[in-house]
């Protein structure tokens, strides 16, 4: 699943002992494994050899350039949704032919800026999107491919803040407003209607609502044809889950068996747009405990990472396992020592937690501590709250290591800002 491993009592990630990096770079750090980033990427693409999709990786889950890179060199596309998303995908001279773009909200320059980098295909959320994009294409004077983002108004069964198939989400348009822009097609200037796309949330852990979007789609596409709508490309976005602590997710394998087939009989070129799936567990989030605090409640091990490096837990809930970088029974202390325990960072925030309720050992301060699973919508969610810098990241492949990221300093955090006097 991932290569971060004990090698006797020390973490490492692949050949390299974690406690190692935290040293010569700092904490809190981003450390990445490249095998098991690209592992999964291979993973994936082995699963639908028979299909041979294009797999756009999104770009969002993980958005630093040597990440994107890795998976680029590959063979990956990329799924954006911003001007700085593009901006990132032309810095490290990604196949813009292999860019497909979402987004509710594109605006009049994104749209611009992208049809110029000559993006493969825009993911159109709206009816007034749609018309935007051909007025801008039209003054160009160049052809926009669009697939129009159908939300199929299935719930995905996970967390209600990532849900994006259900009727009262912003994500997409239902298929009846679908069917007329197919229906007016013609009315559309320099647009290329290429297909349909669907996503319907994140981290699902099931293969059946997948199916049932699928299925909605397939009959959907039934009845486009039987109109003489000619269609060509099924996005069906990104989703799949991945193990957090006790979730049983569909293999790459096994949600292929599942959709393969459906995809076959709908017969049209598919597009995948998984983030989390690939990144998720190849990156794991270090830190060291400043202080332990023993309340009346409970205990509270205080580390230097917080809800501004890693906001999942605070914003969903979300469960990241805590592993110690060395075995902490190996150093003398006793079972007895293990107690409830929230891991927290520094931030001023009762929601500023990495771990609640946890067994743990008894941690001290400079003790480490990783973060597991923190690759998908870790860095690339964080803020600087509290005048924190954000992290470094440090990319492994073997027995090397490459800072991929440096630490911000002081200086970072107040670069743009002007002390005026008035
Ligand atoms: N395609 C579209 C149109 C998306 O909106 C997303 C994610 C993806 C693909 C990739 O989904 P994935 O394969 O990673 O599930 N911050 C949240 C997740 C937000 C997902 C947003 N959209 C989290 O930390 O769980």
Redesign the pocket.
Known sequence: MHDFNYNGKELYCEKVPVGKLAAKFGTPLYVYSHKTLVGHFLKLKKAFSDIRPLICF?V??NSNLSILKALLERGAGL?I?SGGELYRAKKIGADAGKIVY?SVGKTKEEIRDAIRAGIFLF?VESLQELALISEVATVLKKEARVCI?INPNIDPHT?R??T?GTVDSK?GVDLDTARIIFLNRENFKNIKFAGL?V?I????TQVAPFLAALKRISLFIDGLRKMGVPLEWLNI?????IIYNQERPQTAEGFAAKVVPILKKIGLKVIL?????IV?NAGILVASVIYVKDTLAKRFVVVDAGMNDLI?PA??D?YHEILPLVKTEDKGRKSEDRKKTDIVGPICESGDFLAKGRDLPLFGPGDLLAVMGAG??GFS?SSNYNSRRRAAEVLVKGDKFYLIRGRESFDDLVRLEKAIRL
């Open positions: 999104s969002k889950s799924d949704v979402a993911n983002r967390h803040y990532i994006t994500f796309h996503h949330g994140s981290q699902i976005g990104g989703g799949l889950g747009e998984p983030g989390r799936f998720g999942r914003l969903y979300a998908a919508y969610m």
